[in-house]
Structures are given as C-alpha cells and as structure tokens.
C-alpha cells in the first residue's frame, strides 16, 4: 500500500514484530448491548434456547431478565480484539482457557483488554503466531469473558529479528470448578416443558453422539450483518476484492459465525443446555463460505458435577460443524488424523443443564 | 435417516400418526419480544403504519407504548407451534377463526398451546390433515393470538391405521363482536395527516377494489432472517440441500413473510388501518422464491360498525398477493375457478379504522 | 397505469406541478427509535464510534444515554419526506444547511415537515427541481434535523405551465456559530484510547487527506434492509422489475446508505469525530449496485474552534467514497472537472472532535 505521510492517521492494525511478550491493549469501541443485538442474533442465527429468548422465563429462575446469549458475548468481546490483534492474522489458530463470567444483561456496556502471553516466529519468518489472553468486563468491571487465542500474524517485515519464543502453557479444558453459574440462578421451577424438553443433566453420557440434524444455508448478507454486528473488522468477510485476490476467492464467513450457528442448532438434542460456561479449546479446521449449508453434531465428553450444587451440572461436548454434509454418519477425523473434507469446527465446551430433582 | 440410538434425544417433529384428536400442547421457546424486534420487523417489511411505530403516536391515543405489529405476534406464535406440529407438514392449508387479543407492547414474553381439534387421513394413506387451534398468551395470561390452522402432515409410517376422521366446523369468518379493541384507545386526537391520510372508515365501501401498487423484491437472506427471527424451523426456508431435493428445487420463502410484505403494502390505500384484528380465511395459493417481487391488492368485502364504539369501525378485506405481476388488473380467480398464476396469497382480514368525527 | 376509481385512495406521490412555492408539508409515519435501530444501524455499517455504540461511555460525558448515529438520524427524517417529495424523482441533485440539532436518544419519537423554498422548471418541459426545506423533531417539538435537499421530479403532465422560478440562495457551508453541541456533553473525562486512539482536533490541518482504507462490499439484502428501516419508500431501491425496466437496469442502492458506509470508513483515520454537526453540501456523482464495494478517503477542508468551548473543535471535510477502487491515491475529479469513473459521493461535512487539553 502506497505510504503517504496522511497514512499514519489510519490504522492498519499490528504486524507481528509489533507485539511485546507482556505488552497490554485496552481495546477501541465500548459497547452497549441491549434488545436490539438480542433479535438481530435470533434472526442470524434462529437461536431458541428459552432462557435467552424469554424475560419472563429467566425471572421464574430469579435471574433479572434473559441475559444475552453467551457466544454473542463471546463475539463482541472478540470483536473489540480484531483491529489491534488480528487485523493481519493470516489464520485465527486456536481458543483455549474460555471461561464465560457474570451474565450480560440488555443495557450492559462491554469492554475488553488483552495481554500478550505468548510469542513464536514461524519458520519461514514470514510470520509468527502471537498468543493473546482477553478479558471483556461490564460497566461494574466484572468480568463477562476471559479467553486465549493464539493467530497466525504476518510480518510488515519479514527481515525483522525474530522475539525470544515463548509458548504459554495451555489447559486442556476449563475446570469444573471454575465455572460460573449465574449468581441468583435458581432451577426449582425449571418449566421442561416450556424449555423444550426433559432432557436433563442425568440423561447424557460420556461418548454419547447426537446429530443436531437441522441444516442452515448461508447467504454473504447474513455473515456480514452477523460480523458487523460484532464491529469485527476483519477484511476477508467485507471486502469481496480482497477476498477475490486471496486464497479462496471468495469472502469468508467469520468462523464465529458458524460457531453461533452450531450453537443454535444443537437446541435439537440439548435443548436444556441453557449456558455456555466454557470453550475449552477448539478451531476452524477449513473456511465457509456462503452458499453453503451447515450442520452440526456433538459428542458428550465429560459429565460433572459442579461443587455446591445439586441443581445444576455441567457436560463438557465436542461440536462438530460441516459444511454440505448432514452429520448422521457422525463425520470427524479419519484413522489418518485427517479430517472429513466436509468438517469445518471442531469446539470443545462446556454447557451447563439443570439436574433432574 | 439412520436411527442410531442417540436420535431419541433430537426431535424429528411429530408425523401424522403421532396427532391425537383433543390433545394438547405446550410450545416451547417462550419469547419476549422489544423495541428490537419492532425494528427488524420494520426492515424486513418496510411498514409504515402510525400505531405501531412512534410510542408517541400510540401515547397520544391513550395507549401505554407503541404495540407491536399483529402480523409480527402472529409469526411469533406460529413459529412456537412449527416444531411439534409442522416439521413434517407437506403443505400450510388454511387459516381460520384467527383473534388478535390483547395488545403485545415491548417486554410482554410470549407463550403459545395448541390443541388438535381435527383428523382426516387423506385418500393416498400417505399423509393426513391436522387440525389445531393454537393460542398465544402473554406473561400474564392474556390472550393476545386465538387461531385455527390446518396443514397436510406425512405419515411416517403409511401403514399405520387412520384415526375417526373428524373436520371441526370453521366459522366463515370472525363476527364483528369477536373483535377486540386495544383498552384504553381512544381516537379523539387521532392525528389523520401524521399517520397517512384522512381516509376514514367510512370512506370504504364493500366491493370496492385498491391496488397498493408497490412491489418489493425478496432475497433469500432476508426471508431467512425474518424467518428466522420467528424461530420457525421448517426446513424448506433455511437449508438449500433439503429444498433442492424437494418439488420446487430452491428454498420457499415461508408465507407468513408473503402476509407482512401484503399488509405492509396495504398501507398504501389503507393507511388508517391501524390493527388486523382479525384473519377470517386464507391461505396461501402458491409458493414464492427470492428474487420474486410481490405486489398486492384488496377488496373491501364488508364494513362493519362496533357494538358500543363510534370511533372504530371494522373493514373486512380480501388480500391477493401476486409475484411479478403488478396488481392494477387485480389479479384473482378467473372464471374458471382457478387463480391467476401470478396469485400466491388470497387472505381475508379484518381491519380497524378510525371513523370520522 | 389503469386509473380506476379506486386508484384515488392510492398515493402515487407528488408530481412538479402538485408542489408551489410555500407549500408546508406534515410527512407521515411518526417513528419512535430505540436499541433496535441503534443494533441494525451497527449490522449494516459497523460504525464504530464511542460515543453511540456505549452507554456508559456516553454517561461518562455528561449525556443521558448514548445518541443515536447522526446519519441515522438523518435517514430516518429523509425517509419520512419521500412518499410526499420525492417517490417521482428522477435524481436526488443535492443537500445544504443541513444542521443536527439536539441528540436522539432511545425512546425518542420523531417527525417531519418541509416546506418547498425554490421550484425550477427544466428546459426540457418534462420535469423540474423542487427544493425543500426539512425539519425533523422529536416529541418535545426541538430540532433534531434542519436541511435543504433538491430533487429533480418528473412532471404527470409535460403541458401543464411552468411555476415562477424561484431558486433559493444555499448557504456555501453551515457556519461554525450554527453547530450544535449536545447539552450536558463534558469531554474532561474523554477516554481517547477507549474511543480508539489520541488523534485530537489540533492533529488535523486543512488540507491534510485521509485513506480510509477499509472496503465494504453491499449485497442487495442489506441495503433492502436499510431502506426499509428508514421507511423511505422509493421504488428503485426495492422493485427488481421496475428498476431493470430503468435506466441503470438493476436496484439502486439509497444513496444514504453510501453515506453511512463512508461515515463508519471514516473512524479509520477520524477515530475522534464524535459527532456530525452538519452536512454542508455535496452529493451523488453516480448509482452504486449490489456487489459494489466501497471505499472512502476525507480531506480537512477547514478547521474551527468552537465559540466558548475550549474542549471541542470542528472539522470541514470532504469525503469522497468510490466503488471498486481503493482510495489510497484520492480519486476525486480531474483537471477537466470530471469525477474519476469511480467516484460515488462528494460529501462536504462538519464534525465535532474533542481538543487536547
């Protein structure tokens, strides 16, 4: 891009030797999020899990009103973190170590720091992956997310001198014991019926697989509503020059987005999991673009329960989101480690569900 | 599909076999609905009516907020009824008896029940007619949507026995004194230019035909979010593989958004009419795709007078919806008794207007 | 088009000889906003400006709540002209004096009234220029919006005799003492790196020209959606068939939603730039179309204190958005006075930023 003195006013985000091992970034745009980022995600992503849906419901549970949906928090917050983190990420590699805090409520206001936590030039040295822990807060400062994500960064210049390496040490999974429940949450006159059934906790188990079965097909004015949605910036998704010049031809739907789509339609087979707790690890194995249709099947890793509760457990799940492929035959990865061409997310969580009482 | 044990946990939608005559169902998804369903409501559809889109409007008239769209609540209460009784529908056939109650102001949290209140297996022994009436309720137990409907439903297994054919007698229309006036309107102030027009309640004469000349081009993603935004999960709108294999070969555009887009246009030729307070019959007479663009035109069938208001007066209209084909011919049933082709809606509404004072 | 009786309850819109000079018009469609709008305006622009995207950020300057987007503002009381002023335009000439006056803020009602201060018969006989002044208010009576626009309109009837020309002075730009800062804004706690860097009104010097980079491609769904929102009626937006009957052969995206796109281009680069205080002029050089991608760059024309303030300035820019060419060599117009091939939108604008204290 052509230099200008005029240039130094416009951002075009950090290069990898931009960031320092231990360097901060209190990120740009707060943000409010209220009734109308409720609707626009129902209707980007059909979403129909009641807590979420209903006001009324939640205040039956003690809560004050229907929070926000989780992996909409999750977007947002990551939304803030594209202009300084990834804005020249040639891929998002990887999520780990996400734990989802006190709920978001409509009228909160979000915003989110990072701190960079781990730093390794790439072989070729044309790129290094830069590891990043974000933290998105409410107006209180409580915190609504607290994640890592490391991505694929290039270089301004590639003659740059390469950082000490430094890889942090990854969990493999959250926790149970630091999982949040929603502080007021009470299940006793959990309505099963209402909520979509009587699937509780106690009625899945570990290796168990379930085909969400329901298909969605994407259209480029739906993930970039979605993606915009999320002041996500990232050029790929918007700019059809940009993506025609790159390696896919095409834009790319912001790999959150298929996230909220598995998400929603694993309502059918786990309609009572009525909260993202965690993301334990997980990626993007292969782009989507639209035009394509999604679908989405899970497996039951882990099943907790969660201290001081008789009300509430957790299931840690596999989500498997591919692309022109119902998932009745359960697609995954090959005896030879690869993946089913069709596979497109790979996310390891942990959701919460009451208990039977 | 293959039926792996692990399918019991997701619904497939009940078939027709699974319907009992007199049973009851609680739908679930409660729903609250804001200020930001008004405004995708309002993108989607274009709609202009004075009523429900200033809350100062509505305040000037005795009302405590600007209610929501009738046609929105009606899509809200029929997208909770989708998955337990039309996942497997092969077509919507007909409503009937369809009350709007009470009003729905942003905050109100929806509920919806059904009952079947007919059966009838079809000759073929393939598939069979479900008859429910379906009511919507607010948090606190008002009606606010009273209606019948009646779609074809596959058998999953064509060998299963029929039940006693029942077909329950469907009132031709809602009497005038079925309908329900908003508590607290009071129409002195109505502001005429504000709102669109001097045409009053008395302008319209039954026989009378209007053409709302204006035509409006649908995309797949906005049926899709509309669609969506309802959380009707039908199939045939949201995943291209099912509707490629299926008789038309490309996603149908779920009626309901045909119904909006209709009564959205109306508002030219009928600008008062600030409630559908009532949907006496209709149906929808053939499908409709994106990059189809609609028109509309009604014929006012009868005008009534309320008992005990002399502000309010009822207009029952016919709507026809065409697909590229504007409406000033007025397109309907040709002599012959088939629709033109272009028809994809024949609906009979009732409308309330202000009289003149 | 057949011109039934009943045709006469059908607004076909005003045509030039329906418009004299003095004429008032009361635009109909009061339109409350709220959340809902500020989430879809988000969706479709992905402006990121501190100021209306939080709350909180907006409380920490003294305000209520956070302002809706200016541009917002501005299209929705554009959208309440169109159906009176200009549904039989052929082109949208230009706008001047256009003043923001006190901010909307959630829950606001607003409406519209112009007046026509110039008419102006083309040579041709078969249309002429209609200049109006617009105000919109909120449902305290202040001015949110003052502006004048002039349109071409098609004449119904090329015989009927031409009006007295009267062609209004316009003001070359909005003065600084005509600016309006929000009541109650306080910029001593401004959060420069929450807001999305330290550039302040001193860093910008007239003639100074700004890239900002980032593209945006439109999809016909999104701006459908975005010219509903506004209830802006005009056929070429939305009517597939009529617009390939036209001359461009396809829908014309609203000019407006150019505006906004460049507006949200604009915060790389005018991070700062709080507020829009006035458009002083400009216009459409050439349509835009669905798969389009836009680019922006501004030059600081002008830059003025404020009279009694000392912590917020004004900058005059120009901002030129293009499509399919990004803008790091500022296209504009050439030496013979004819725009680029890629130019869109010449807008001359006034915005607020905060000075260094």
Not at 273 to 293: E, L, M, Q, S
């Amino acid at each position: 891009m052509h230099q200008s003195p005029t240039m130094s006013k416009t951002s075009g985000g950090n290069y990898f030797e931009d960031f320092v091992l231990g360097q901060k970034l209190r990120h740009a745009t707060p943000r409010s999020l209220g009734e109308g980022e409720r609707a626009i995600y129902t209707a980007l992503t059909g979403t129909r899990f009641a807590l979420q849906s209903s006001a009324d419901f939640a205040r039956s549970l003690g809560l004050p009103d229907a929070p926000l949906d989780d992996i909409l928090v999750f977007h947002i917050v990551f939304g803030r973190t594209v202009p300084d983190i990834s804005l020249n990420a040639v891929a998002n590699l990887g999520y780990a170590a996400c734990v989802f805090g006190v709920p978001v409520y409509p009228g909160d206001s979000l915003t989110a720091e990072s701190e960079v936590i781990g730093l390794k030039e790439t072989s070729s040295g044309k790129t290094g992956v830069v590891y990043v822990r974000s933290v998105g807060r409410n107006q209180r400062g409580e915190t609504v997310l607290d994640y890592i994500r490391w991505v694929l960064v290039s270089k301004r210049d590639p003659a740059a001198p390469a950082p000490d390496t430094h890889v942090p040490e990854l969990p493999k999974a959250v926790s149970p014991e630091s999982l949040s429940v929603p502080a007021g949450l009470s299940l006793e006159s959990y309505d099963w019926a209402l909520a979509g059934g009587d699937l509780a906790w106690e009625d899945y188990v570990p290796g168990e697989r379930i085909d969400h079965v329901d298909g969605t097909t994407l259209e480029d004015a739906e993930h970039q509503l979605a993606t915009r949605l999320y002041q996500n910036t990232a050029k790929v998704h918007f700019n059809r020059q940009v993506a025609e010049a790159g390696a896919f031809g095409r834009r790319i739907v912001y790999g959150g987005h298929v996230i909220s789509i598995a998400r929603a339609a694993s309502f059918n087979g786990l309609p009572n999991a009525f909260r993202v707790a965690a993301i334990n690890a997980g990626g993007h194995v292969a782009p989507t673009f639209a035009g394509d249709t999604l679908y989405a099947w899970s497996q039951v890793l882990e099943s907790h329960a969660l201290p001081g509760r008789d009300d509430v457990g957790a299931l840690r799940l596999r989500t498997i989101a591919t692309k022109d492929r119902p998932c009745e035959a359960f697609p995954e990865r090959g005896e030879d480690g690869r993946y089913d061409s069709a596979v497109v997310l790979d996310l390891d969580s942990t959701v919460l569900l009451p208990r039977r009482r």
